[in-house]
């Protein structure tokens, strides 16, 4: 099968750093906290050994539920042979030696961490286990080879030295050019229960999120945004709220007016007697059904192909096939933790602390806005109150930082309110999808599959979009499993004029709805089970085929309904994970309940096994936003929704059953953050069809008219 | 002035008394466990004890605690609180964490109310708190781990 994918992901954002304005290829003016060390021992920017034998793991990506904090120290204390209780975690400034080489830039996202880490992580620790078995052996003049490590320690017979004692000696040890690292078979850490290294914190209220962060003398800041996203200030009243005790200042900063009280509910409150009057500007006229319409109209379009095999044309011209039209909601973000940042602007530079996946967009930000150069900027990441997408975004980092240019070496902590988040956000792409299929017989000869859509990556990357191609609008189609003969994949870009983000699992979850689905519908027109009618698709894809017929297996899949349950399954490769998914649903045509999720999951290794189940857990529950009843809609510009009432996100009683089964093997670990949300509305909606014979192509579901309780 | 009692030491807030305790806690005393996540009452990141009952604090004026006794992540102890934190980090339920701080000062009211509750008042008492990462289930397995080391004398 010859395929096309267009751009890798391994290229996308190293292309397109330039056209983004990030000066990512620079060594930074300031020392990177590795150079900065006043540790002993540094073999490299990840590792700090102390002469206390303390070990410090600088860890590049951003903490935001995934278990970077422990998964990351996992991979190091392997292979540095230490007890990963005692690695300390400290967060790594902006720094191109951080780049996570899977996305091309400093970025936490794209389930990539473990999968970045993997092999660089480890070779650090072997690296630095090496040096300081160098200098033990040294030390007792004896060959390397006689000594080993354990525990932070280096050994041989009845001598020991502890790392700390060993790591100033250490340091001058000539770096390894290669070091051999272990077999799974030696695995003492990965793979092995740990409890999470920032557990405990977490469950006392005592992990420092961004919004929680202190600075003497530091004040607040409350936004008032445009109601029209990209709207301007046009002019604005503030005597009534200059007046109120504890104001401090009012700022213009263009796309809104702040007001910085001493107190944050002074300048909320303070805020609401602000009146200004707002230059809208063009998206004032925008509403939901002109921004599906313009995706409509780009359905005509060509579109360019990312995926071909055989001649899918020649087919679709002698037979009648199968179509069908697909949509998919736009989605907020809704991190729990608003937007926040805390900035101050000195003639010694700015320094911003933020929840951020991002570092150097933040960095970058902050040093336009301030007028300085990068490097007199310093990111301060924070533990972060939920990501999904949303702090890959670096808008209301740069507003604070406007904001606090007005009040030279005061620290301000600009703060949104849930309605700023859910009206401002960078939402999730609406998207149309236009499928074709023809049978033969009980087989599926022939695919094609339009996806429209704007593109998030033309703003946030340009550089990167290519010839017509998102990389990002393919996921979910190049990793396309199916042995079919006639394959014809293409995407459109049509931007609609709202600005749109990556959200958890992105193109995989639109994609893989409209496509999954459509396989199900191909399924029951041949006659055969949707379980059956994929299996025989798979027969060069033997993880893929081992993780349906487990989840299979394991829910008690059946293709018809059964006193008044049925089931609903789909498949797909996300992340270099292999994923299969039954829903299990009761009800009536009217009310479904969704009974369980049953996941089988092949991610090679899993490095922290039970997170690796936390993360599919989370997203299940996550593919359930996505799913129900969710959705951003647009009405004079102005998005609808505006807290978690009018945007819904799920409550623990409407949580169904959860049951993973993971299937590890000994290949190097796929990523798993994003990858258990996308089979979640196909699932859902092959097994509503199996219980009401409703076919919904449309999300969420609840807009065909069904309830779910 | 408004006085009232904050985690068993009595406290002095100078702010206007229709500021919500939220901010209160937050930004006069420096207390960060308690999470804004909505401001309407709507995601219980916000969940203190006042008199020992779980409420929210975004929409809880600073007047409505005069003389009553509040207590927050910080300082929630006694043997309820000391079991769901020993159940937590043993089912491993944070992920993000932020609203974990809610999570917990509502499961430690039911226990403290309900030793032995059922699934169904599971769902009832933490319907309220919202968790974007999706650890309900994890949360209605260490409340139930909780209620059975508390049931047990442990």
């Known amino acids: 099968m010859s395929a096309k994918s267009g751009v890798s992901r391994r290229q996308f954002l190293k292309a397109s750093t330039a056209g983004a304005g990030f000066v990512l290829g620079l060594r930074l003016g300031w020392p990177s906290q590795a150079e900065a060390a006043t540790a002993e021992f540094t073999p490299n920017a990840w590792i700090r050994v102390g002469t206390d034998g303390g070990i410090t793991l600088v860890c590049a990506r951003n903490e935001m539920g995934q278990d970077v904090h422990t998964s990351l120290v996992m991979l190091l204390a392997e292979e540095l042979e230490v007890d990963p209780r005692r690695v300390k975690v400290q967060q790594a400034p902006p720094d191109p030696v951080y780049i996570n080489t899977l996305m091309g830039a400093q970025v936490t996202g794209g389930s990539t961490s473990v999968r970045d880490a993997w092999d660089p992580l480890r070779r650090a620790g072997a690296t630095a286990r090496s040096m300081l078995i160098g200098a033990a052996a040294t030390r007792w003049k004896v060959p390397p080879g006689e000594c080993r490590a354990q525990n932070g320690y280096v050994l041989r017979g009845d001598k020991k030295l502890a790392y700390g004692t060993i790591a100033a000696a250490a340091a001058r040890e000539a770096v390894p050019s290669d070091v051999a690292l272990k077999p799974a078979s030696a695995f003492s850490v990965i793979g092995k229960p740990l409890p999470r290294l920032d557990g405990a914190d977490k469950a006392r209220g005592r992990t420092v999120f961004g919004i929680d962060v202190k600075q ?10 445009c109601p029209v996203i990209g709207g301007r200030v046009a002019s604005f009243d503030a005597e009534a709220a200059r007046k109120r005790a504890g104001v401090r200042k009012i700022v213009d900063i263009g796309e809104g007016v702040a007001v910085i009280a001493d107190h944050y509910w002074v300048a909320r409150s303070a805020l609401a007697d602000v009146k200004i009057q707002w230059d809208e500007g063009p998206a004032a006229t925008l509403d939901t059904a002109s921004i599906y319409a313009r995706l409509d109209q780009a359905g005509d379009r060509p579109g360019v192909p990312v995926k071909q095999a055989g001649d899918a044309a020649a087919i679709l011209a002698k037979a009648k096939p199968l179509e069908a039209r697909y949509t998919s909601q736009m989605l907020a973000h809704a991190t729990l933790e608003p937007p926040n940042c805390l900035a101050r602007v000195s003639r010694s530079g700015v320094d911003v602390w933020a929840s951020t996946q991002f570092p150097p967009g933040a960095q970058a930000v902050a040093a336009e806005v301030a007028g300085v150069k990068p490097a007199q900027v310093r990111v301060h990441s924070q533990f972060i109150g939920g990501g999904f997408g949303r702090r890959l975004e670096v808008d209301f980092i740069g507003q604070a930082v406007a904001i606090a240019k007005a009040m030279p070496d005061v620290p301000v902590k600009l703060i949104w ?236 009683p409407e949580v169904p059953r959860i049951e993973i089964v993971l299937m590890p093997n000994g290949d190097a670990p796929g990523g798993i953050g994003e990858a258990g949300v996308p089979l979640v509305a196909p699932a859902i909606a092959n097994a509503v069809f199996a219980l009401t014979g409703q076919r919904i192509r449309g999300l969420p579901l609840e807009d065909a008219g069904i309830r779910f309780s | 002035m408004t006085e009232f009692h904050l985690n068993g030491k009595p406290v002095s807030v100078d702010a206007s008394s229709d500021t919500p305790v939220l901010w209160v806690l937050r930004d006069h005393l420096g207390l960060t466990g308690t999470k804004f996540g909505c401001g309407k009452t709507l995601c219980r990141a916000c969940t203190v004890h006042l008199d020992g009952k779980a409420t929210f604090s975004c929409l809880l004026p600073l007047s409505a605690v005069a003389g009553r006794r509040v207590t927050t992540i910080e300082g929630v102890d006694g043997r309820v609180a000391r079991a769901v934190q020993a159940a937590w980090d043993k089912i491993q339920v944070p992920q993000c964490g932020y609203c974990q701080p ?26 309220f708190n919202l968790c974007r990462c999706g650890t309900y289930q994890r949360i209605r397995l260490a409340i139930q781990d909780a209620a059975k080391q508390l049931g047990s004398g442990a």
């Not at chain 1, 003497?216 to 945004?225: D, E, F, I, R, T």
């Not at chain 2, 809610?102 to 599971?122: C, E």
């Open chain 1, 417 to 652: 309110t849930r309605e700023d988040d859910v009206t401002h956000d960078f939402c999730r792409p609406p998207s149309l999808h236009l499928l074709r299929g023809v049978l033969d017989g009980g087989r599926l000869l022939a695919l094609t599959h339009k996806m429209v859509s704007p593109s998030i990556t033309s703003r946030w990357a340009p550089g990167a979009v290519k010839d017509g191609i998102d990389g990002f609008m393919t996921e979910g189609v190049v990793d396309f499993t199916y042995d079919i003969v006639h394959v014809d994949f293409r995407t459109v870009i049509q931007e609609v004029g709202l600005r749109v983000g990556y959200w958890r699992s992105v193109s995989n979850a639109l994609n893989a709805f409209a496509i999954e689905s459509f396989v199900d519908e191909l399924a029951r027109e041949a006659g055969r089970s949707p379980l059956e009618f994929r299996l025989a698709m798979l027969g060069k894809q033997p993880r893929q085929r081992a993780v349906l017929e487990r989840a299979a297996l394991e829910s008690g899949f059946k293709a018809a309904r059964d006193t008044g349950r049925a089931f609903g399954v789909a498949s797909m490769k996300c992340y270099d994970s292999h994923m299969a998914l039954v829903a299990e649903v009761s009800g009536s045509a009217e009310s479904v309940k969704v009974e369980r999720l049953t996941y089988a999951v092949d991610c090679g290794t899993a490095v922290h096994p039970d997170q690796v189940i936390a993360q599919l857990q989370s997203g299940a529950v996550t593919g359930l936003i996505n799913t129900l009843r969710s959705k951003i809609t647009v009405k004079e510009g102005r998005i609808e929704q505006s807290n978690f009432d009018s945007f819904p996100i799920p409550r623990m």
């Open chain 1, 216 to 225: 003497a003398g530091m004040v607040y800041a409350a936004l008032a945004q």
């Open chain 2, 102 to 127: 809610g999570q917990v000062m509502s499961a430690t009211a039911l226990l403290s109310k309900n030793p032995t509750p059922s699934d169904a008042d599971i769902d009832q008492a933490m319907q």
